[in-house]
């Protein structure tokens, strides 16, 4: 009799679980419950759908629900799990009574965290996750003229970008000093706080939210620099751990509020696996455990999940967040440390900054790019990095990602060989830059 | 008991976090010449003018300590990378 794996959520951590359990055991029976009418789809493209530069969100399904069908997986659509019972190994689900299971992975994914003001629950509160409700607010955002996103995170930044170019005013308010503050530091943030404001979006920094006000839907946001009246508000909180259902079932959360899952994203609970938002993961330097990482991490943790639930041996790894977005006019991005991260956690660093440019300095549309560089004192082993730039970020926060993984050192950076290809490389690569001006500082 | 002990980390943690974020904003801005977060107020006076001070001042081993005494996948197994050694081929 085949081994019958559940899994609740259907998101990039639950697909990827479903795919590496039926890798692993083709026989195994693979059981998704999603509480949405879809799957397998990039909720990261909506802000680009919104924004215009993707002509329709179709584009972002990954696949049709009949190869799902045809891969040998059972996709509950628009179904509810309201209860697990690890001792019975059971589920109760709606409509659906109990359910047995094998092996169960949890991949429930987030929330966006409460806002926790008046007027939370009025109409035109756009929370950016599902694609349905993507394509109905869509079409709302032809009819809106002001719009305010609330919080500069990752998803605030894509959106105060979408909505700029939908030509909507939009206002950005915030209660730190810059955006993605800790993330990155104020002279990597300002190229694109300069580039919004020179595309219309008027920014509101160490601005407190204090309320949404309007009858019925949202009409004005109140905020500690007065309100801003407007016709539809973005909110792009912080991601929290979807952990209800889990903990219910007598499942533990860490520190970062996140499941506690091992390497082979196993729980300490028995026969029970956990992937993607839900969980939280060591970071490979500080060893802190973290969670909200981005999609890409929660499709590897699902598919390790997935393949050991079934029956393998993988194991996930640590973690060292590479990142990177278009952010305005600009491309920023990074890979663990910011200097402002790391001085909040204490951590002694040594830094290097490095301008330089993306292509050959003659050739069209040659882009600037500026590197920081963030070394670890004595064995300037690299621990952080952040850049900005018109070209070439993601995959220099890639590289950097792998070379703090590595151990890679600054003096080693800075004798790196690099590309030159006009089009495409300058003749002086920005990181070696950076490393080279630590070292410049080292030396005094 | 165990709960409530995870409950009281992430609240400690999460309340730790947010003030050093806000003392390390004010270091950063300083010397890049960007907004400077506003003053403290209320409770965020002790933790952002004390506490931060404070944390800073703990000897990292100690610091490291209590962090990994915390609730967390950290505690479980988990495999790190090795630098390797000698020539590739």
Redesign the interface.
């Known amino acids: 009799m085949p081994q019958r794996i559940a899994i609740i959520g259907g998101g990039a951590a639950g697909i990827g679980a479903a795919g590496g359990a039926k890798a692993s055991d083709p026989s195994a029976e693979v059981v998704v419950f999603t509480e949405y009418e879809d799957a397998a789809y990039s909720p990261c493209g909506i802000p680009y759908v919104h924004g215009k530069e993707i002509p329709d969100f179709q584009r972002l399904f990954l696949a049709p629900k009949e190869a799902y069908v045809e891969a040998g997986i059972d996709i509950r659509y628009e179904t509810r799990v309201t209860r697990i019972d690890p001792a019975g190994k059971t589920l109760d689900v709606e409509g659906q009574g109990e359910v047995a299971w094998d092996k169960l992975i949890v991949a429930t994914g987030f929330d966006y965290a409460d806002p926790g003001v008046p007027g939370s629950d009025l109409g035109n509160l756009y929370y950016v996750k599902n694609i349905r409700r993507a394509m109905e607010w869509d079409k709302v955002l032809d009819d809106v003229r002001t719009a305010v996103v609330v919080e500069a995170s990752p998803l605030g930044l894509e959106m105060v970008t979408a909505l700029l170019h939908r030509g909507i005013t939009t206002h950005l308010v915030d209660p730190?000093?810059?955006a993605l503050?800790?993330a990155t530091?104020?002279?990597i943030?300002?190229p694109v706080e300069d580039s919004w404001v020179e595309m219309g979006a008027q920014l509101h920094?160490?601005t407190r939210l204090e309320a949404f006000r309007g009858s019925g839907t949202v009409s004005s946001v109140s905020t500690s620099d007065g309100d801003i009246d407007c016709d539809l508000a973005v909110v792009c909180t912080a991601k929290v751990a979807n952990t209800r259902l889990a903990q219910a079932a007598g499942l533990?959360?860490?520190?970062?509020?996140?499941l506690?899952?091992?390497?082979t994203m196993k729980t300490?609970t028995a026969d029970v696996w956990a992937a993607g938002d839900c969980?939280?993961?060591?970071h490979?330097v500080?060893?802190?455990?973290v969670q909200g990482l981005s999609g890409s991490h929660a499709y590897a943790q699902g598919k390790v999940a997935g393949a050991n639930a079934a029956g393998g041996r993988r194991?996930y790894?640590?973690v060292y967040v590479p990142w990177g977005m278009v952010a305005g006019m600009w491309m920023i991005g990074g890979v663990s440390f910011s200097?402002?991260?790391a001085?909040?956690?204490?951590m002694p660093y040594v830094l290097g900054i490095g301008q330089g440019i993306s292509r050959a300095r003659y050739y069209p549309d040659v882009k600037p790019v500026r590197v920081k560089l963030l070394g670890e004192p004595g064995t300037l082993r690299l621990i952080g990095a952040q850049m900005v730039g018109g070209e070439g970020i993601k995959e220099r926060a890639d590289h950097l990602a792998m070379a703090v993984?590595?151990?890679i050192t600054l003096r080693e950076l800075a004798t790196m060989e690099n590309v030159y290809s006009p089009p495409i490389g300058a003749l002086n690569e920005p990181i070696a830059l950076a490393a080279q001006n630590a070292l410049s500082r080292l030396d005094g | 008991m165990a709960t409530a002990r995870?409950g009281f980390?992430?609240w400690?943690?999460a309340r730790s976090?947010q003030s050093?974020?806000q003392?390390?904003?004010a270091?950063?801005?300083a010397?890049?010449?960007?907004?400077?977060?506003?003053a403290p107020r209320g409770a965020d006076r002790f933790w952002v003018s004390v506490y931060a001070p404070v944390?800073?001042r703990l000897p990292?081993g100690l610091?490291t300590m209590v962090?990994?005494r915390?609730?967390?996948?950290?505690?479980?197994?988990?495999?790190?990378?090795s630098?390797p050694a000698g020539p590739a081929v």
């Not at chain 1, 506690?260 to 390497?263: H, L, R, S, Y």
């Not at chain 1, 001085?343 to 204490?346: K, Q």
């Open positions: 730190t000093p810059w503050s800790v530091d104020p002279d943030a300002k920094f160490n533990k959360v860490g520190s970062a509020g996140g506690i899952v091992d390497e300490p969980v939280e993961i060591p490979g500080s060893t802190v455990p194991r790894q640590p200097e402002t991260l001085t909040a956690l204490g993984r590595a151990g | 995870r980390s992430r400690l943690r976090e050093l974020k003392a390390a904003c270091q950063i801005a010397r890049y010449g960007g907004r400077v977060p506003p944390f800073h990292r610091r962090i990994a915390m609730p967390g996948s950290h505690r479980q197994n988990w495999t790190y990378p630098r």
